[in-house]
Protein backbone atom coordinates (compact mmCIF):
# COMPACT_ATOMS: atom_id res chain seq x y z
CA UNK A 1 0.00 0.00 0.00
CA UNK A 2 1.17 3.03 -0.90
CA UNK A 3 2.43 5.53 1.70
CA UNK A 4 0.59 9.14 1.79
CA UNK A 5 2.00 12.04 0.19
CA UNK A 6 3.90 14.59 2.75
CA UNK A 7 1.50 17.01 3.51
CA UNK A 8 3.11 20.07 1.99
CA UNK A 9 2.87 17.96 -1.27
CA UNK A 10 -1.06 17.45 -0.70
CA UNK A 11 -1.32 20.92 0.16
CA UNK A 12 0.26 22.36 -3.29
CA UNK A 13 -1.93 19.64 -4.55
CA UNK A 14 -5.34 20.95 -3.71
CA UNK A 15 -4.17 24.31 -4.09
CA UNK A 16 -3.73 23.70 -7.91
CA UNK A 17 -7.00 22.00 -7.64
CA UNK A 18 -9.64 25.11 -6.42
CA UNK A 19 -7.51 27.41 -8.27
CA UNK A 20 -8.25 25.49 -11.39
CA UNK A 21 -12.03 25.67 -10.67
CA UNK A 22 -12.13 29.39 -10.33
CA UNK A 23 -9.76 30.02 -13.17
CA UNK A 24 -12.27 27.85 -15.21
CA UNK A 25 -15.52 29.55 -13.67
CA UNK A 26 -13.91 32.93 -14.51
CA UNK A 27 -12.50 31.97 -18.33
CA UNK A 28 -16.46 30.30 -19.16
CA UNK A 29 -18.10 33.10 -17.43
CA UNK A 30 -16.12 35.71 -19.55
CA UNK A 31 -15.16 37.35 -15.72
CA UNK A 32 -11.45 39.03 -15.62
CA UNK A 33 -9.21 37.07 -13.43
CA UNK A 34 -7.57 37.68 -10.12
CA UNK A 35 -4.65 40.28 -10.30
CA UNK A 36 -2.57 42.98 -8.87
CA UNK A 37 -3.03 45.49 -11.58
CA UNK A 38 -4.90 48.74 -10.63
CA UNK A 39 -8.20 47.93 -12.81
CA UNK A 40 -8.64 44.24 -11.52
CA UNK A 41 -12.18 43.58 -9.67
CA UNK A 42 -12.55 44.46 -6.02
CA UNK A 43 -14.32 41.12 -5.59
CA UNK A 44 -13.22 38.57 -8.34
CA UNK A 45 -14.70 35.86 -6.70
CA UNK A 46 -18.38 35.64 -6.89
CA UNK A 47 -20.20 35.01 -3.86
CA UNK A 48 -23.06 33.95 -5.35
CA UNK A 49 -22.03 30.27 -6.45
CA UNK A 50 -21.54 27.48 -3.36
CA UNK A 51 -19.15 25.51 -5.26
CA UNK A 52 -17.14 28.74 -5.95
CA UNK A 53 -17.14 29.84 -2.59
CA UNK A 54 -16.10 26.88 -0.96
CA UNK A 55 -13.35 26.58 -3.83
CA UNK A 56 -12.49 29.64 -2.52
CA UNK A 57 -12.63 29.34 1.18
CA UNK A 58 -10.56 26.15 0.44
CA UNK A 59 -7.50 27.83 -1.64
CA UNK A 60 -6.94 30.37 1.17
CA UNK A 61 -7.16 27.99 3.98
CA UNK A 62 -4.29 25.82 1.98
CA UNK A 63 -2.45 28.78 0.83
CA UNK A 64 -2.47 29.51 4.56
CA UNK A 65 -1.74 26.16 5.66
CA UNK A 66 1.62 26.06 3.01
CA UNK A 67 2.41 29.00 3.74
CA UNK A 68 3.25 28.31 7.70
CA UNK A 69 4.63 24.98 7.24
CA UNK A 70 7.02 26.35 4.61
CA UNK A 71 7.96 29.11 7.12
CA UNK A 72 8.19 27.09 10.10
CA UNK A 73 7.34 27.22 14.12
CA UNK A 74 10.70 29.31 14.85
CA UNK A 75 10.51 31.57 12.53
CA UNK A 76 6.99 32.06 12.70
CA UNK A 77 7.09 33.25 16.31
CA UNK A 78 10.03 34.86 16.11
CA UNK A 79 8.52 37.48 13.12
CA UNK A 80 4.86 37.18 15.07
CA UNK A 81 3.00 39.94 13.21
CA UNK A 82 6.39 42.00 13.47
CA UNK A 83 5.97 43.16 9.61
CA UNK A 84 1.83 43.46 9.84
CA UNK A 85 2.52 46.20 12.35
CA UNK A 86 4.29 48.57 10.75
CA UNK A 87 2.39 47.64 7.56
CA UNK A 88 -0.62 49.34 9.32
CA UNK A 89 1.68 52.22 10.31
CA UNK A 90 2.63 52.59 7.17
CA UNK A 91 -0.90 52.76 5.10
CA UNK A 92 -1.66 54.83 7.96
CA UNK A 93 0.39 57.57 7.43
CA UNK A 94 -0.05 57.12 3.34
CA UNK A 95 -3.67 57.82 4.00
CA UNK A 96 -3.18 60.44 6.73
CA UNK A 97 -1.05 62.88 4.18
CA UNK A 98 -3.39 61.77 1.44
CA UNK A 99 -1.23 59.86 -0.35
CA UNK A 100 -3.41 57.53 -2.32
CA UNK A 101 -5.50 60.33 -4.18
CA UNK A 102 -2.39 62.12 -5.31
CA UNK A 103 -1.58 59.26 -6.88
CA UNK A 104 -2.53 58.93 -10.72
CA UNK A 105 -5.18 56.32 -11.65
CA UNK A 106 -3.32 55.17 -14.43
CA UNK A 107 0.14 55.70 -15.27
CA UNK A 108 2.91 57.09 -12.38
CA UNK A 109 4.27 59.91 -10.40
CA UNK A 110 7.77 60.72 -9.47
CA UNK A 111 8.19 60.26 -5.55
CA UNK A 112 9.69 64.53 -5.07
CA UNK A 113 6.18 65.59 -6.85
CA UNK A 114 4.45 63.11 -4.52
CA UNK A 115 6.37 64.53 -1.29
CA UNK A 116 5.84 68.08 -2.68
CA UNK A 117 2.20 67.76 -3.26
CA UNK A 118 1.48 65.60 0.18
CA UNK A 119 3.66 67.46 2.72
CA UNK A 120 6.11 64.60 3.53
CA UNK A 121 9.45 64.50 3.13
CA UNK A 122 10.77 61.98 -0.09
CA UNK A 123 12.41 60.27 2.33
CA UNK A 124 9.89 59.20 4.65
CA UNK A 125 7.85 59.08 1.93
CA UNK A 126 9.69 56.55 -0.25
CA UNK A 127 10.23 54.26 2.74
CA UNK A 128 6.37 54.35 3.65
CA UNK A 129 5.39 53.52 0.47
CA UNK A 130 7.77 50.69 0.15
CA UNK A 131 6.30 48.82 2.75
CA UNK A 132 3.27 49.16 1.64
CA UNK A 133 4.24 47.84 -1.31
CA UNK A 134 5.17 44.58 0.60
CA UNK A 135 1.67 44.09 0.88
CA UNK A 136 0.63 45.12 -2.73
CA UNK A 137 -0.48 48.62 -1.42
CA UNK A 138 1.55 50.87 -4.86
CA UNK A 139 4.00 49.63 -6.69
CA UNK A 140 7.36 51.19 -7.97
CA UNK A 141 7.33 50.16 -11.74
CA UNK A 142 10.89 52.07 -12.17
CA UNK A 143 12.79 53.74 -9.60
CA UNK A 144 11.88 56.23 -7.61
CA UNK A 145 8.59 56.17 -9.03
CA UNK A 146 5.03 55.17 -7.54
CA UNK A 147 2.18 53.61 -9.25
CA UNK A 148 -1.41 52.16 -7.96
CA UNK A 149 -2.28 48.74 -7.55
CA UNK A 150 -6.04 47.51 -7.63
CA UNK A 151 -5.35 47.46 -3.80
CA UNK A 152 -4.42 50.90 -3.27
CA UNK A 153 -6.48 52.13 -5.35
CA UNK A 154 -9.60 51.37 -3.21
CA UNK A 155 -8.04 53.97 -0.76
CA UNK A 156 -7.49 56.53 -3.11
CA UNK A 157 -11.62 56.00 -4.00
CA UNK A 158 -13.44 55.07 -0.64
CA UNK A 159 -12.97 56.71 2.01
CA UNK A 160 -15.15 54.31 3.72
CA UNK A 161 -11.44 51.90 3.34
CA UNK A 162 -9.50 54.57 4.58
CA UNK A 163 -11.50 54.70 7.77
CA UNK A 164 -10.89 50.93 8.09
CA UNK A 165 -7.38 51.80 8.42
CA UNK A 166 -7.56 54.72 10.51
CA UNK A 167 -9.65 52.92 13.35
CA UNK A 168 -7.50 49.95 13.56
CA UNK A 169 -4.47 52.19 13.89
CA UNK A 170 -5.85 54.64 15.77
CA UNK A 171 -8.28 52.91 18.32
CA UNK A 172 -7.47 49.58 17.70
CA UNK A 173 -4.09 49.00 18.56
CA UNK A 174 -3.92 51.23 21.21
CA UNK A 175 -6.64 49.15 23.34
CA UNK A 176 -4.97 46.04 22.03
CA UNK A 177 -1.94 47.17 23.63
CA UNK A 178 -3.17 47.79 26.75
CA UNK A 179 -4.89 44.13 26.98
CA UNK A 180 -2.99 42.75 29.62
CA UNK A 181 -3.05 45.59 31.51
CA UNK A 182 -7.16 45.57 31.57
CA UNK A 183 -7.12 41.74 32.54
CA UNK A 184 -4.34 41.80 35.55
CA UNK A 185 -6.28 44.52 36.77
CA UNK A 186 -9.91 43.74 36.17
CA UNK A 187 -9.81 40.00 35.24
CA UNK A 188 -13.61 39.35 35.69
CA UNK A 189 -14.72 43.28 34.96
CA UNK A 190 -17.78 43.17 32.81
CA UNK A 191 -17.92 46.87 33.14
CA UNK A 192 -17.18 49.08 29.94
CA UNK A 193 -15.14 51.67 31.95
CA UNK A 194 -13.05 48.86 32.82
CA UNK A 195 -12.11 47.20 29.02
CA UNK A 196 -8.60 47.72 27.82
CA UNK A 197 -10.14 50.97 25.55
CA UNK A 198 -10.90 51.98 28.50
CA UNK A 199 -7.33 51.76 30.03
CA UNK A 200 -6.13 52.85 26.81
CA UNK A 201 -7.70 55.83 26.58
CA UNK A 202 -7.30 57.68 30.48
CA UNK A 203 -10.55 55.56 31.87
CA UNK A 204 -13.32 56.90 29.24
CA UNK A 205 -15.43 54.49 27.80
CA UNK A 206 -15.55 54.28 23.38
CA UNK A 207 -19.02 55.51 23.70
CA UNK A 208 -18.19 58.46 26.24
CA UNK A 209 -14.68 59.17 23.82
CA UNK A 210 -17.11 59.18 21.30
CA UNK A 211 -18.88 62.07 22.60
CA UNK A 212 -16.33 64.01 23.13
CA UNK A 213 -15.00 63.60 20.28
CA UNK A 214 -17.86 63.61 17.51
CA UNK A 215 -15.69 63.53 13.99
CA UNK A 216 -14.01 60.04 15.80
CA UNK A 217 -18.22 58.86 15.72
CA UNK A 218 -18.72 60.00 11.87
CA UNK A 219 -15.27 58.06 11.01
CA UNK A 220 -16.83 54.90 13.06
CA UNK A 221 -19.50 54.81 11.20
CA UNK A 222 -17.85 54.52 7.83
CA UNK A 223 -15.56 52.08 9.37
CA UNK A 224 -18.83 50.09 10.29
CA UNK A 225 -20.50 50.33 7.01
CA UNK A 226 -17.26 49.03 4.96
CA UNK A 227 -17.18 46.31 7.67
CA UNK A 228 -20.50 45.22 7.35
CA UNK A 229 -20.34 45.57 2.85
CA UNK A 230 -18.40 42.69 2.75
CA UNK A 231 -21.05 39.96 5.08
CA UNK A 232 -23.52 37.71 3.88
CA UNK A 233 -26.36 38.73 6.11
CA UNK A 234 -26.16 42.00 8.07
CA UNK A 235 -25.89 45.08 5.08
CA UNK A 236 -28.68 46.84 4.72
CA UNK A 237 -29.98 45.41 1.40
CA UNK A 238 -29.10 41.52 2.94
CA UNK A 239 -31.38 42.15 5.83
CA UNK A 240 -33.96 43.19 3.67
CA UNK A 241 -33.92 40.37 1.62
CA UNK A 242 -32.89 37.74 4.07
CA UNK A 243 -35.27 37.71 6.89
CA UNK A 244 -39.32 36.79 5.83
CA UNK A 245 -40.86 40.32 5.77
CA UNK A 246 -43.58 39.67 3.53
CA UNK A 247 -45.62 37.29 6.16
CA UNK A 248 -46.20 40.74 8.43
CA UNK A 249 -49.37 41.78 7.98
CA UNK A 250 -49.66 45.43 6.01
CA UNK A 251 -49.33 48.32 8.01
CA UNK A 252 -47.09 46.05 10.65
CA UNK A 253 -44.86 48.21 12.76
CA UNK A 254 -40.71 47.20 12.97
CA UNK A 255 -38.87 49.10 15.56
CA UNK A 256 -35.00 49.44 14.30
CA UNK A 257 -33.99 49.87 18.21
CA UNK A 258 -30.16 52.19 18.48
CA UNK A 259 -30.73 51.75 14.23
CA UNK A 260 -28.41 55.26 13.92
CA UNK A 261 -29.88 56.95 10.83
CA UNK A 262 -31.84 54.27 9.33
CA UNK A 263 -30.08 52.61 6.51
CA UNK A 264 -31.57 49.50 7.48
CA UNK A 265 -35.11 50.29 7.91
CA UNK A 266 -35.30 52.49 4.64
CA UNK A 267 -33.56 49.15 3.01
CA UNK A 268 -36.50 46.97 3.78
CA UNK A 269 -39.23 49.75 3.42
CA UNK A 270 -38.07 50.13 -0.03
CA UNK A 271 -38.21 46.04 -0.38
CA UNK A 272 -41.76 46.05 1.42
CA UNK A 273 -43.61 48.66 1.08
CA UNK A 274 -46.72 47.20 2.91
CA UNK A 275 -44.68 47.93 6.48
CA UNK A 276 -43.85 50.75 8.42
CA UNK A 277 -40.65 51.71 10.38
CA UNK A 278 -39.62 53.31 13.73
CA UNK A 279 -35.67 54.28 13.86
CA UNK A 280 -35.01 54.88 17.62
CA UNK A 281 -31.82 56.54 18.14
CA UNK A 282 -29.93 59.64 20.01
CA UNK A 283 -31.79 62.61 19.72
CA UNK A 284 -28.98 64.37 17.57
CA UNK A 285 -29.10 62.04 14.81
CA UNK A 286 -32.72 62.98 13.53
CA UNK A 287 -32.01 65.83 11.36
CA UNK A 288 -29.99 63.12 9.19
CA UNK A 289 -32.19 60.35 9.68
CA UNK A 290 -34.84 62.87 8.41
CA UNK A 291 -32.92 63.75 5.01
CA UNK A 292 -32.00 60.11 4.32
CA UNK A 293 -35.82 59.60 4.89
CA UNK A 294 -36.81 61.71 2.78
CA UNK A 295 -34.25 61.99 -0.08
CA UNK A 296 -35.83 57.77 -0.12
CA UNK A 297 -38.83 59.09 -0.27
CA UNK A 298 -40.23 57.06 2.60
CA UNK A 299 -41.64 59.86 4.25
CA UNK A 300 -44.86 59.01 6.46
CA UNK A 301 -43.70 55.48 6.36
CA UNK A 302 -40.23 55.23 8.26
CA UNK A 303 -40.39 57.99 11.65
CA UNK A 304 -37.28 58.78 14.07
CA UNK A 305 -38.01 58.43 17.57
CA UNK A 306 -35.23 59.80 20.19
CA UNK A 307 -35.03 56.88 22.66
CA UNK A 308 -32.01 55.26 25.45
CA UNK A 309 -32.48 51.76 24.56
CA UNK A 310 -31.57 50.79 28.56
CA UNK A 311 -34.99 52.98 29.00
CA UNK A 312 -38.74 51.87 28.84
CA UNK A 313 -39.83 51.06 25.02
CA UNK A 314 -42.45 52.95 23.93
CA UNK A 315 -43.34 51.28 21.04
CA UNK A 316 -45.67 48.98 22.31
CA UNK A 317 -46.91 45.37 20.42
CA UNK A 318 -44.50 45.87 17.19
CA UNK A 319 -44.32 43.02 15.15
CA UNK A 320 -40.58 43.63 14.97
CA UNK A 321 -37.76 44.88 17.17
CA UNK A 322 -34.77 44.72 15.33
CA UNK A 323 -31.36 45.27 17.04
CA UNK A 324 -28.38 44.85 14.44
CA UNK A 325 -25.01 45.18 15.94
CA UNK A 326 -25.79 46.18 18.80
CA UNK A 327 -25.79 43.10 21.76
CA UNK A 328 -22.43 42.30 20.81
CA UNK A 329 -21.21 45.29 22.31
CA UNK A 330 -22.63 45.04 25.76
CA UNK A 331 -22.12 42.19 28.33
CA UNK A 332 -24.64 39.67 29.46
CA UNK A 333 -25.28 42.21 32.50
CA UNK A 334 -26.31 45.32 29.78
CA UNK A 335 -28.02 42.89 27.03
CA UNK A 336 -30.26 41.79 30.01
CA UNK A 337 -31.14 45.92 30.38
CA UNK A 338 -31.44 46.23 26.89
CA UNK A 339 -33.66 43.72 25.96
CA UNK A 340 -36.32 43.16 29.29
CA UNK A 341 -38.17 46.94 28.25
CA UNK A 342 -38.85 44.95 25.27
CA UNK A 343 -40.31 41.80 26.69
CA UNK A 344 -42.57 44.04 28.12
CA UNK A 345 -43.34 45.76 25.71
CA UNK A 346 -44.02 42.61 23.46
CA UNK A 347 -47.30 41.66 22.07
CA UNK A 348 -48.13 37.79 21.49
CA UNK A 349 -47.07 38.05 17.94
CA UNK A 350 -44.38 40.00 18.56
CA UNK A 351 -40.79 39.08 17.61
CA UNK A 352 -36.82 40.27 18.35
CA UNK A 353 -35.05 40.15 15.92
CA UNK A 354 -30.90 39.90 16.49
CA UNK A 355 -28.65 40.58 13.69
CA UNK A 356 -25.03 39.55 15.36
CA UNK A 357 -22.38 37.29 14.68
CA UNK A 358 -23.25 33.30 16.28
CA UNK A 359 -19.94 32.07 17.07
CA UNK A 360 -19.60 28.36 15.51
CA UNK A 361 -18.14 25.53 17.70
CA UNK A 362 -13.68 25.31 17.37
CA UNK A 363 -12.53 23.43 14.65
CA UNK A 364 -15.71 23.54 12.51
CA UNK A 365 -14.60 25.97 10.17
CA UNK A 366 -11.14 26.84 8.19
CA UNK A 367 -8.66 28.37 10.32
CA UNK A 368 -8.47 31.63 8.32
CA UNK A 369 -12.21 32.12 8.30
CA UNK A 370 -12.15 31.12 12.29
CA UNK A 371 -9.48 33.25 12.66
CA UNK A 372 -11.28 36.74 11.87
CA UNK A 373 -14.64 35.94 13.56
CA UNK A 374 -12.33 35.11 16.83
CA UNK A 375 -10.48 38.07 16.49
CA UNK A 376 -13.89 40.10 16.29
CA UNK A 377 -15.06 38.21 19.71
CA UNK A 378 -11.66 40.05 21.35
CA UNK A 379 -12.37 43.07 19.49
CA UNK A 380 -15.70 43.06 21.78
CA UNK A 381 -13.59 42.20 24.72
CA UNK A 382 -11.09 44.93 24.37
CA UNK A 383 -13.43 47.68 23.32
CA UNK A 384 -16.47 47.31 25.29
CA UNK A 385 -16.00 44.00 27.72
CA UNK A 386 -18.28 42.69 25.58
CA UNK A 387 -18.16 39.47 23.54
CA UNK A 388 -19.33 37.79 20.75
CA UNK A 389 -21.91 34.65 21.65
CA UNK A 390 -22.82 30.91 20.00
CA UNK A 391 -25.70 29.87 19.70
CA UNK A 392 -25.80 27.89 23.47
CA UNK A 393 -24.83 31.68 24.99
CA UNK A 394 -27.25 33.24 23.23
CA UNK A 395 -29.67 30.90 24.23
CA UNK A 396 -28.89 31.20 27.67
CA UNK A 397 -28.93 34.94 27.80
CA UNK A 398 -32.43 35.47 26.57
CA UNK A 399 -33.29 32.45 29.04
CA UNK A 400 -32.04 35.03 31.78
CA UNK A 401 -33.85 37.73 30.42
CA UNK A 402 -37.58 36.26 30.31
CA UNK A 403 -37.95 32.10 30.52
CA UNK A 404 -40.59 32.63 27.93
CA UNK A 405 -38.23 33.57 25.12
CA UNK A 406 -37.12 30.99 22.72
CA UNK A 407 -35.09 31.37 19.62
CA UNK A 408 -37.53 30.31 16.93
CA UNK A 409 -35.10 30.80 14.08
CA UNK A 410 -31.57 31.43 12.79
CA UNK A 411 -31.40 32.89 9.38
CA UNK A 412 -27.55 32.11 7.84
CA UNK A 413 -25.15 29.48 8.19
CA UNK A 414 -23.26 29.86 10.84
CA UNK A 415 -20.61 27.16 9.73
CA UNK A 416 -19.82 29.07 6.90
CA UNK A 417 -20.66 32.87 7.63
CA UNK A 418 -20.18 35.23 10.40
CA UNK A 419 -23.02 37.34 10.72
CA UNK A 420 -26.72 35.94 11.28
CA UNK A 421 -30.43 36.60 12.16
CA UNK A 422 -31.43 35.42 15.31
CA UNK A 423 -35.35 35.33 15.89
CA UNK A 424 -36.70 35.04 19.11
CA UNK A 425 -40.45 34.85 20.17
CA UNK A 426 -42.23 34.46 23.47
CA UNK A 427 -43.09 30.67 24.52
Keep these: MASEAPLISRLADEISRNAGILTEYLESHGLPQPSFDVDAPSHPIPETDDRLSAARRALIEATQSLHDLAVGPAETTRLFCFPEIYLLGAVQVLCHFNVPQNVPRTGDIGIPELAAKTGLSE ?43 WFRHAE ?96 VAKEHPNLMFQVQDFEDLAGESAELVERNGLAGRVSFAPHDFFGEQPARGAKVYLLRNILHNWSDRYCRRILKPLVEAMGPDSRIVVCDIVLPPPNTMPKTQEARIRA ?28 RLKIENVIGRPKMRMDCLIEVRLA
Design 123 to 165: TLLARFLRMAATSHYFVEPRPGFVAHTAWSVALATDEKMRQCV
Design 376 to 403: LDLTMLSMFNAKERSLEEWQALFASVDG
Design 172 to 267: MMPAVAKLVEAVRSYPDSHEPQRAAFAVAFGGDTFWDYKEKHPEHMVRFGQFVDAFASGHVVDSPQNIARAYPWERLEEGSLVVDVGGGLGHISVA
